[in-house]
């Protein structure tokens, strides 16, 4: 059974641009949830989405946004990027409803902001 | 507020040696705790799982033990190794939030030989 695929592994950007990140879940998993790490603030949750619906939001500004599609793949947009949003971005799967008893993480993307 | 705090931040231990990671949450209602070991750059993977109910769960040469009562936990690492190097995290999992985790800022283990 394949893992959490997420891409592009690195990614750099210029101040004011937008990226997109997408994340891959388990075959069967409903649930994607997306989090930030940084070295200052270690692992925060940005959303969750579970079948096509944002079910839970962290406390990041609008410039963080989400969406799922109908295959459960999911994709993180972030415009208008600043510097302070260099971090790694992990997604995690689950396979049913709220609360799973297991979460899988991807290997990340690490997006650098120049 | 939903918290997790853990330590040490940081520990280094010689190779062969026992060491125990100590993890404090104020999360509530709680559902469940994890621990995960995190190794640089890559993604979190899972080692214990326990809920409510659960006073203790191994995994190899990781036990962890909850205590939901003091809403504590410790992650036991027995007889380490140079790849037990990584961080370790605690995370817990609100009842009442979806799969949103709630994540301790970590505990970074090295292991000398």
């Known amino acids: 059974k394949a893992g959490v695929t997420q891409t592009p592994r690195y990614l750099i950007k210029t101040r004011g641009q937008q990226v997109t990140l997408s994340c891959s879940p388990i075959?069967?998993?409903?649930?994607v949830s997306w989090y930030q790490q940084t070295p200052g603030q270690g692992l925060q949750f940005l959303f969750e989405y579970f079948s096509e619906t944002q079910r839970n939001k962290g406390n990041f500004p609008g410039r963080f946004s989400g969406r799922q599609f109908s295959n459960s793949r999911s994709e993180m947009n972030v415009s208008t990027l600043e510097l302070g949003d260099s971090a790694l971005y992990l997604c995690?799967?689950?396979?049913?409803?709220?609360?799973?008893?297991?979460?899988?993480f991807g290997q990340g993307t690490r997006l650098t902001v120049v | 507020k939903n918290q997790v705090e853990q330590s040490p931040q940081s520990l280094i231990i010689l190779e062969g040696k026992n060491c125990t990671l100590q993890c404090n949450y104020t999360v509530s209602p709680f559902s469940n705790l994890r621990w995960y070991k995190q190794d640089t750059g890559r993604g979190p993977v899972s080692l214990t799982i326990m809920t409510f109910s659960e006073n203790t769960k191994s995994n190899g040469r990781y036990t962890a033990t909850l205590d939901a009562d003091t809403k504590q936990s410790s992650l036991h690492i027995t007889a380490s190794q140079l790849s037990d190097s990584a961080s370790y995290i605690c995370?817990?999992?609100?009842?009442?939030?979806?799969?949103?985790?709630?994540f301790g800022g970590g505990t970074r283990l090295m292991v000398k030989p």
């Open positions: 995690a799967s689950s396979s049913q409803g709220a609360p799973a008893t297991e979460a899988f």
């Open positions: 995370v817990v999992t609100n009842n009442n939030a979806g799969n949103m985790l709630t």
């Open positions: 075959s069967g998993h409903r649930s």
